[in-house]
């Protein structure tokens, strides 16, 4: 990384990252911090979202998004020696190794198809390293997006810490892969719950798929695409159920513990992401318990 003064909002900067396959990602930003914590939490670009963690090795203040673009440009067909010997030092010390007027030579045809596309692209660059995305995608690649932004999404908002039944490993409890998302084990016949006294509330079986507490009963639904699962529902009662709070949005309420109230964060987007993942899981046979409700007092 070169030793420049911090790069001010608004001002343009190429940069260059080197991610954990030893592979280099070359982008322009105008908001340096912000689009390495995007990098860094997998919000900025799919190639070093499945490459992190990243670090930042170099970074190039520029006078303009214009320039800032043309060195992206130019960086990008360099070798991958030119890549490393750029990196290793300052700008000084690179231009001393590499002639970047032969670069530009031997690469002026790439360079002038690169920035006439983004000219001619109405949409334009983010500003940021990539396109929008506004050209055209085949249904199939934007499903196969979808279902991977899907499953991003399922392994890290605690889906399986209650859908996907536990049990005791050797270095104790976790989920138990072999049902994964199949909800409260329907063989796995709960006893009454203890009374509780205060401030003890509420509690949980050992496999967290069944709670009891104020509101009842709850166990956790069979997630799977099997029939006794959300075989049957469709896209628009799964985003539904989020944002009512009501199976299939027009059901009884949604009871405790399952996070509705954070879950309605999610946008459309999101939520169709998660259901088509969810259609592509091994479908698994299981029929939860019903919810049972307190008795009166």
Same mark, same amino acid.
């Given at each position: 990384?070169?030793?420049?003064?911090p790069?001010?909002?608004?001002?343009?900067?190429?940069y +260059?990252?080197?991610?954990?396959?030893g @592979?280099?990602?070359?982008g322009?930003t105008?908001?340096?911090?912000?689009?390495?914590?995007? #990098?860094?939490?997998g919000?900025?670009?799919?190639?070093?979202?499945?490459?992190? &963690?990243?670090?930042?090795?170099?970074?190039?203040?520029?006078?303009?998004?214009? #320039?800032?673009?043309k060195?992206?440009?130019?960086?990008k067909?360099?070798?991958?020696?030119?890549?490393?010997?750029?990196?290793?030092g300052?700008?000084?010390?690179? @231009?001393?190794?590499?002639?970047?007027?032969?670069?530009?030579?031997? #690469?002026?045809r790439?360079?002038?198809?690169?920035?006439?596309?983004?000219?001619?692209?109405?949409? =334009?660059?983010?500003?940021? =390293?990539? %396109?929008?995305?506004?050209?055209?995608?085949?249904?199939?690649?934007?499903? %196969?997006?979808?279902?991977?932004?899907?499953?991003?999404?399922?392994n890290?908002?605690?889906?399986?810490?209650?859908?996907?039944?536990? +049990?005791?490993? /050797?270095? =104790?409890?976790? &989920?138990?892969?072999?049902?994964?998302?199949?909800? #409260?084990?329907? @063989?796995?016949?709960?006893?009454?719950?203890?009374?509780?006294?205060? !401030?003890?509330?509420?509690?949980?079986?050992?496999?967290?798929?069944?709670?009891?507490? !104020?509101?009842?009963?709850?166990?956790?639904?069979?997630?799977?695409?099997?029939?006794?699962?959300?075989?049957?529902?469709?896209?628009?009662?799964?985003?539904?159920?989020?944002?009512?709070?009501?199976?299939? =949005?027009?059901g009884?309420?949604i009871? !405790?513990p399952? &996070?509705?109230?954070?879950?309605r964060?999610?946008?459309?987007?999101?939520?169709?992401s998660?259901f %088509?993942?969810?259609?592509? +899981? &091994? /479908?698994?046979?299981?029929?939860?318990?019903?919810?049972? @409700?307190p008795?009166?007092?």
């Amino acid at each position: 990384m070169t030793d420049e003064a911090p790069v001010k909002i608004g001002s343009w900067t190429f940069y +260059i990252l080197r991610c954990s396959d030893g @592979s280099f990602y070359a982008g322009i930003t105008n908001d340096l911090d912000r689009r390495l914590n995007q #990098h860094r939490d997998g919000r900025a670009s799919r190639y070093t979202r499945s490459r992190r &963690p990243v670090s930042i090795i170099y970074r190039e203040s520029c006078e303009s998004r214009s #320039h800032a673009l043309k060195r992206e440009c130019a960086v990008k067909a360099l070798s991958r020696k030119e890549k490393e010997k750029l990196t290793e030092g300052s700008m000084k010390k690179f @231009s001393r190794g590499v002639d970047l007027a032969n670069v530009f030579k031997r #690469h002026h045809r790439m360079f002038g198809l690169l920035i006439l596309t983004a000219a001619l692209i109405v949409t =334009g660059f983010t500003g940021e =390293g990539f %396109a929008k995305g506004k050209t055209k995608e085949s249904p199939d690649h934007l499903q %196969a997006k979808r279902i991977s932004h899907g499953e991003y999404l399922v392994n890290t908002s605690g889906c399986h810490d209650c859908h996907t039944p536990w +049990i005791m490993k /050797p270095n =104790g409890p976790g &989920p138990d892969m072999s049902r994964m998302l199949s909800g #409260h084990p329907e @063989s796995l016949v709960m006893p009454p719950p203890l009374k509780l006294e205060a !401030p003890w509330v509420w509690m949980a079986a050992g496999s967290n798929t069944a709670f009891a507490g !104020p509101w009842g009963i709850s166990y956790t639904k069979n997630l799977t695409p099997d029939p006794t699962g959300l075989g049957g529902w469709t896209e628009k009662e799964f985003i539904a159920a989020i944002r009512t709070g009501k199976a299939r =949005g027009t059901g009884r309420l949604i009871m !405790p513990p399952m &996070p509705i109230q954070d879950y309605r964060s999610f946008t459309d987007e999101d939520l169709k992401s998660i259901f %088509a993942y969810l259609q592509t +899981i &091994p /479908p698994i046979k299981n029929t939860p318990p019903s919810y049972q @409700s307190p008795p009166a007092p």
